[in-house]
């Protein structure tokens, strides 16, 4: 059978074959562009909230650590014999040794004379320092943390500084600890020393005046980018997540936070075109694993099509729903007269049905994680927002495994999975059908119970923690975890409150000595019911 067109013929064959085909690509298209469309969203907004979140744990690690630096600096200060210069010596050194926390520790009289030095730098001593960062500190006779600046021996450092008092309570000097900015410092220690991610993610920290105290890029130590509008909401104290341009024009998915201690703030940020790669990429596997599939169909439907005279209404009708975004819960499997006809229309239908299940299934990949299978952030946030507009209560427990990094640097990342994934088994053995059990990243999990007051939740944390604890593991020791528990809205407002007090109270907990529970009142923590 030929459809004639003036002198050119086309067989039939090549025409079914070819509406075919078209009905197909075109429904796999729209169905790729949804599924890219979908996971791109999925990982801009996980990747904003990771930055944010590490952001904001870094700050943490940061403030802590100055305020230990600034505690040593005070504490040696008081100790310090001046007026016996060897005894002085050896207690810069000692103090230069024992904290690691300064690459040098100088002793400057109130004159602005640097009357000691560790590590011993020959030349130094007696030297008028006339800097802007000791002419302040002189001044002020006050704790200070300086800008980055130029010292006499060219390095690019940050001074801190403690006031020195004698036993009458004259003013005689300060003690300063240095950071050299260029040179491996304490900074290293926190945030490491190179891009810390193949993806080309990155974090750089900057001071109260916007100058960079920390990059990957040394080269741009002591820059100043203050006009950058996430450095802009750093000095105002603020954090939070936005898509930001750098000075090179290249977009980024930055998260921030500020550290009270010292006024610095920290930023993490994700190049946005890697989002896009890996969302290519997966569009590119979903084309591999198809390709067979789509193959197999052509061949099926040229070899049905020779014989093939009857109706292709139904099949057309079915493609042109698709496009037009409508959903078959099931399909009708039409029966027809003509035997090669009914197989051609059953093959189509069967492949449509499989992409419209394959777009389903990596809907649901997209829900949930991948190693534990419990739900993910997109999850929880989505339960929450249900719950919010339902009016329901609920608490909230937040966990996290305790010293994990050592688990995977002791016994392998193989092992560290096995115990990721048995915390989640024992978050799932130990609450409700109606509960909702989420892995947020990490070795971190929420449990969100709706119309479950905080103390029954409560229990319900300690039930998981005690379970885990005598539960045998990949180390072959025991494996603990610190839980932080809140209520909606109970003891907080909102549910982002409530998801921000259960946090702080895991951090209560980590800070009470780890391997314990603790439950925020709206008051308070408290680790009893």
């Avoid at 907004?45 to 870094?58: C, D, I, R, V, Y």
């Avoid at 002591?222 to 950058?228: K, L």
């Avoid at 929450?384 to 002791?410: H, L, R």
Wanted: net charge neutral.
């Amino acid at each position: 059978m030929i459809l004639q067109k003036g002198n050119r013929r086309i067989r039939l064959v090549y025409l079914l074959t070819g509406l075919v085909f078209i009905s197909i690509l075109g429904t796999s298209l729209v169905q790729i562009f949804a599924a890219y469309r979908a996971e791109k969203l999925s990982l801009y907004e996980t990747t904003l909230g990771m930055n944010h979140e590490s952001a904001q744990k870094m700050a943490v690690t940061m403030n802590t650590l100055f305020l230990t630096m600034k505690n040593s600096l005070r504490v040696t200060a008081a100790q310090l014999e001046v007026e016996q210069p060897e005894i002085l010596q050896k207690q810069l050194n000692l103090f230069t040794e024992s904290s690691g926390y300064f690459n040098s520790v100088i002793y400057v009289d109130k004159t602005g004379t640097l009357r000691a030095i560790s590590p011993v730098t020959s030349g130094n001593t007696g030297l008028a320092l006339t800097s802007e960062a000791v002419t302040n500190a002189l001044e002020l006779r006050m704790p200070t943390i300086s800008k980055p600046y130029l010292s006499t021996t060219d390095r690019l450092i940050v001074l801190m500084t403690n006031p020195i008092y004698n036993a009458r309570g004259e003013y005689i000097g300060f003690l300063g600890g240095t950071i050299y900015l260029r040179e491996p410092n304490v900074l290293n220690g926190i945030f490491g020393t190179n891009v810390f991610s193949e993806s080309g993610s990155y974090v750089f920290v900057v001071d109260g005046s916007g100058n960079i105290i920390y990059h990957p890029d040394q080269s741009r130590l002591g820059d100043n980018v203050n006009g950058n509008s996430v450095v802009e909401k750093l000095m105002q104290g603020r954090h939070g997540e936005e898509l930001v341009v750098n000075s090179k024009g290249i977009s980024f998915l930055s998260g921030y936070a500020s550290s009270s201690e010292n006024g610095w703030g920290i930023v993490v940020q994700t190049p946005l075109s890697e989002i896009e790669s890996i969302s290519l990429k997966l569009i590119a596997n979903m084309l591999l694993y198809s390709l067979p599939l789509f193959i197999i169909i052509l061949i099926i439907t040229f070899w049905l099509a020779k014989t093939l005279a009857a109706p292709f209404s139904s099949l057309t009708d079915i493609a042109r729903d698709l496009l037009n975004g409508k959903r078959y819960d099931r399909f009708l499997k039409a029966n027809h007269w003509n035997y090669e006809a009914h197989h051609l229309n059953k093959t189509i239908l069967l492949a449509i049905e499989a992409f419209q299940k394959q777009e389903e299934h990596l809907y649901s990949e997209a829900q949930t994680d991948s190693l534990t299978g419990l739900a993910n952030r997109r999850t929880l946030d989505a339960r929450i927002e249900q719950w919010v507009q339902e009016g329901m209560s609920f608490s909230v427990i937040a966990m996290d495994i305790d010293d994990f990094k050592k688990i995977n640097d002791t016994y392998g990342h193989a092992a560290g999975d096995e115990v990721l994934k048995l915390l989640a088994k024992i978050m799932v053995s130990s609450t409700r059908k109606e509960d909702c059990c989420c892995r947020i990243g990490g070795e971190e999990f929420v449990v969100l119970q709706p119309d479950m007051p905080v103390d029954a939740a409560y229990k319900t944390a300690e039930k998981i923690r005690q379970k885990l604890r005598i539960e045998d593991n990949p180390t072959g020791l025991p494996v603990t975890i610190s839980l932080g528990v809140a209520s909606y809205p109970v003891s907080a407002a909102s549910a982002k409150d409530a998801l921000r007090c259960a946090d702080s109270a895991l951090y209560a907990a980590k800070r009470s000595g780890k391997n314990r529970t603790v439950k925020y009142t709206g008051s308070g923590f408290s680790e009893d019911c």
